[in-house]
C-alpha cells in the first residue's frame, strides 16, 4: 500500500528537475501522475524513463496563459477522471538586475511564470476540489520566499507573493478537506539552475560557481539540496499524513532560512 494509492496528481513544469522527481515520488506511492512541460520531445522522454505505463501521461502547455495552465489542469480530470493532487512546480526568472537597472519586461515574466501560474492551476484545480471536498495543493515557493538577495528582486517578489496566495487560500478551504501549502527549497543545481544560474550571479557580482558557494554556505549544512530532499516532502504534504499541515511555507533549505 502506497501512501498515494488511489489518487490523482498534476505537476507542472514535471518532465525534469524537482518536478520530476515529486512526480516519481507520487507513482512510487501509488499515484497516477500527470506532468506537463513545454516540450513534447522533453515529455516523450520523460514518459519513457519514468516507465511507469498507464500511471503516467503527460500534456504539454505553457503556464505562462491562463488558457494553457486550465488545460493542463482540467486535462488531468479529463483523462485520469479526477484531480487530488496540485504541484505548481514550474517557474523561474531570467534578465536578472538590480532594482534600480530592472525592466518591467523582466519583473512581468517572473510574476506570470511564477505567481500568475500559480494563481491559475490552484484556481482551476479548486473548482474540481471544492466540489468532492478533499485535495492537496502544494505551490513552489523558495528560500527567496522568505529572504531577500540583491540582484533576484525579481523572483523574490513572486515567490513572497506565493506565500500570500498559499496562506490565503489555506484560510478560504481549510474546512473542506483541501490543504494548501507551499515548499521552500534552497538552491538545487537543476537544469533550469544551470540555465538561469549564470546571469543571477553576474548581477549579485559573482561567477557561476561563486554563486553556488554562496547558497552552500549560508545554509546549516554547509552543502545544496537535492531534487528528492523536496520530493519526500512533497510526499508527506500529498497524503492523508499531511492533512493537518495547511498554510505553511515547509522549508526544504538545509537550515538557510532563519524561520
Not at 15 to 36: D, M, Q
Not at 114 to 122: A, E, K, L, S, V
Request: glycine residues 12%.
Amino acid at each position: 500500500m502506497g501512501a498515494l494509492d488511489g489518487k490523482v496528481a498534476c505537476v507542472t513544469g514535471g518532465t525534469r528537475g524537482i518536478g520530476r522527481a515529486a512526480a516519481e515520488a507520487f507513482v512510487r506511492e501509488g499515484a497516477k501522475v500527470v506532468i506537463n512541460g513545454r516540450s513534447e520531445e522533453k515529455g516523450k522522454q520523460a514518459i519513457a524513463e519514468m516507465d511507469a505505463g498507464d500511471d503516467v501521461h503527460f500534456i504539454g502547455g505553457d503556464v505562462k496563459t491562463r488558457e494553457g495552465c486550465e488545460a493542463i489542469v482540467n486535462g488531468t480530470v479529463d483523462h485520469f477522471g479526477q484531480i487530488d493532487i496540485l504541484f505548481a512546480n514550474a517557474g523561474g526568472a531570467s534578465n536578472h538586475a538590480p532594482v534600480v537597472d530592472l525592466t518591467d519586461e523582466a519583473m512581468q515574466d517572473s510574476l506570470v511564470w511564477n505567481f500568475w501560474h500559480t494563481f491559475w492551476t490552484m484556481q482551476t484545480a479548486l473548482k474540481h476540489m471544492i466540489p468532492q471536498q478533499s485535495g492537496r495543493i502544494i505551490t513552489m515557493s523558495s528560500v527567496e520566499g522568505k529572504m531577500g538577495k540583491p540582484g533576484l528582486s525579481i523572483y523574490v517578489t513572486a515567490k513572497h507573493a506565493i506565500n500570500g496566495l498559499t496562506k490565503s487560500a489555506a484560510q478560504e478551504v481549510g474546512t473542506m478537506g483541501i490543504t494548501v501549502n507551499s515548499v521552500c527549497p534552497g538552491a538545487i543545481e537543476t537544469d533550469i539552475m544551470k540555465a538561469e544560474g549564470p546571469p543571477a550571479a553576474a548581477a549579485m557580482g559573482l561567477d557561476y560557481q561563486g554563486l553556488l558557494d554562496v547558497f552552500a554556505e549560508e545554509s546549516a549544512i554547509k552543502r545544496l539540496n537535492e531534487t528528492r530532499d523536496v520530493a519526500e516532502i512533497c510526499v508527506l504534504l500529498a497524503s492523508d499524513a499531511g492533512a493537518g499541515i495547511t498554510g505553511s511555507m515547509i522549508s526544504v533549505d538545509g537550515g538557510t532560512s532563519p524561520y
